[in-house]
């Protein structure tokens, strides 16, 4: 077998050359490399063209000595090109998952491999085309302890299971600090025609009825947020995993689906048989969760009691209150408004399914 050719730059790579010395960005790092004069040089023989040996005799040639006296320098300068996600080879740092999260582009940058792994898994329905330097970058450094790093939540965590659960929370607090759309804390489904949002009432069960829901055939929009373009109209997908604490998981039966972090498990839509949906239609419906003794009961309620539930938990709706409740006006007044006494979640989401779904489209369980 031939030696392998050293080069070219990996895709998204981008150098620029200023007074003979050269400054290259990686994606893979999201940083700028700035190579001195034999790194330089190096660089301009990293063609694809030239073997490492090649490359050597080439440089011995220019510089007046031998290969024998540059072939450990130019190894180990080609090592940090490639570390610093420059150049193909083994050990570079793993690419940028690039994603997007409530209209925000978004870049994950990991180099724990098993933690990458696990966190492109978990996000993969939010996955997006590279959106180079113009997007929110959440960098987790480290394997073990790991540094979790982005603009709007910093932390270390000495776990894998802890990493997790504090990548994702990174990922969904860099996307609802930067995003530009109406949101407020509610789970959005969708079946068929259908598009239920439940609004995020802290312990009242959102992400146990999404869950139950999902196992229903229902789509998961989102189970973080009722994201809007600051008009009525149908909500943005924002299918992010959801967190199921372990009473949830046992309620449902669905205790070994997911990946484990602190205190609960992150599982996507597919995890529960079911879909991520990407165009869900305008809201239809309005679900207020009850914490109460006895079987799930659903009954129409007052959209203002839904305008009460949804306004405190606005994520964005401060940049303008005005115009946040004129939108959020617009959808109830266009939507049915129920309120569900959840009882036992299963039974609760066949209770949903069958009367705001389509006919028929309720599971047996």
């Known amino acids: 077998m031939s030696p392998p050719r050293v080069g070219p730059p990996l895709p998204g790579v981008v150098s620029v050359e200023l007074d003979g010395l050269i400054s290259a960005y990686s994606p893979c790092t999201d940083e700028v490399a700035f190579l001195n004069s034999t790194a330089s040089d190096v660089w301009r023989l990293a063609d694809g063209e030239h073997t490492a040996e090649e490359l050597t005799a080439l440089l011995a040639a220019a510089y007046g000595t031998t290969a024998d006296a540059l072939r450990d320098d130019v190894g180990r300068l080609l090592d940090g090109l490639?570390?610093?996600?420059?150049?193909p080879g083994p050990g570079r740092p793993r690419p940028a998952f690039s994603l997007r999260a409530l209209d925000v582009p978004m870049r994950l940058l990991v180099d724990d491999p098993e933690l990458g792994e696990v966190l492109e898994r978990l996000w993969a329905d939010c996955a997006a085309a590279p959106c180079g330097e113009r997007g929110v970058t959440v960098r987790v450094t480290g394997t073990g302890p790991w540094h979790v790093a982005s603009p709007a939540h910093t932390v270390q965590a000495r776990t894998l299971a802890e990493a997790v659960g504090e990548a994702c929370a990174a990922v969904n607090l860099s996307a609802v600090a930067a995003t530009p759309l109406l949101a407020y804390h509610a789970a959005v489904l969708s079946l068929g025609r259908s598009t239920l949002a439940v609004p995020g009432v802290s312990g009242a069960g959102k992400s146990t009825l999404t869950a139950a829901l999902l196992l229903e055939g229902w789509e998961l929009v989102s189970d973080e947020a009722l994201a809007l373009p600051w008009h009525a109209g149908p909500p943005a997908a924002y299918p992010r995993p959801l967190a199921l604490s372990d009473w949830s998981r046992r309620a449902l039966d669905v205790d070994d689906r997911g990946v484990e972090a602190v205190g609960e498990?992150?599982?996507?839509?597919?995890?529960?048989?079911?879909?991520?949906?990407?165009?869900?239609?305008?809201?239809?419906?309005?679900?207020?969760?009850?914490?109460?003794?006895?079987?799930?009961?659903?009954?129409?309620?007052?959209?203002?009691?839904?305008?009460?539930?949804?306004?405190?938990?606005?994520?964005?709706?401060?940049?303008?209150?005005?115009?946040?409740?004129?939108?959020?006006?617009d959808v109830l007044a266009q939507a049915r408004t129920w309120g569900l006494r959840l009882g036992d979640p299963r039974r609760a989401a066949q209770l949903v399914t069958e009367a705001l779904g389509p006919p028929g489209l309720s599971r047996t369980w």
Do not use: K, M, N, Y
């Open 265 to 329: 498990r992150f599982v996507r839509a597919v995890d529960l048989g079911a879909l991520a949906s990407g165009t869900p239609g305008p809201v239809t419906d309005v679900l207020l969760l009850r914490r109460a003794e006895g079987p799930p009961r659903l009954a129409p309620a007052d959209r203002t009691e839904a305008l009460r539930a949804l306004l405190p938990r606005g994520f964005t709706s401060v940049q303008s209150p005005g115009a946040a409740l004129r939108t959020i006006a």
């Open 82 to 87: 490639v570390a610093a996600g420059l150049l």
